[in-house]
């Protein structure tokens, strides 16, 4: 999953890495977040911190609020590890969710 950001750094500080860490848990996968770091033409200060989340929500690489680039690699074998341990796709009850065949 990709997520691209301009966060602020009031928010950023308080809220990135928490929701990066949730978004990746509970979706299962990597999470590679770019954002923006320093100040825009409007004197905005952004967060910085890019960073790359694996399906377990451990941060496996990030920045700092300076500009720059990490590298990582993604392990899939650990992606298919993590979804085999944590089955949330088992738990889906398909006699309740509305039919495709039904117009909305």
Request: hydrophobic letters at 40%; proline letters at 4%.
């Amino acid at each position: 999953m990709l997520v691209p950001s301009s966060i602020q750094t009031k928010n950023g500080a308080a809220h990135w890495e928490t929701l990066l860490r949730t978004r990746a848990i509970e979706n299962q996968c990597y999470v590679i977040a770019s954002a923006q770091c320093g100040k825009n033409n409007t004197g905005v200060t952004s967060y910085g911190h890019s960073m790359v989340v694996d399906p377990w929500g451990d941060i496996i690489a990030q920045a700092s609020d300076q500009p720059g680039f990490i590298l990582c690699e993604l392990d899939l074998e650990y992606l298919d590890e993590v979804r085999s341990s944590m089955n949330c796709l088992t738990h889906i009850r398909h006699d309740i969710l509305i039919s495709p065949s039904i117009n909305v």
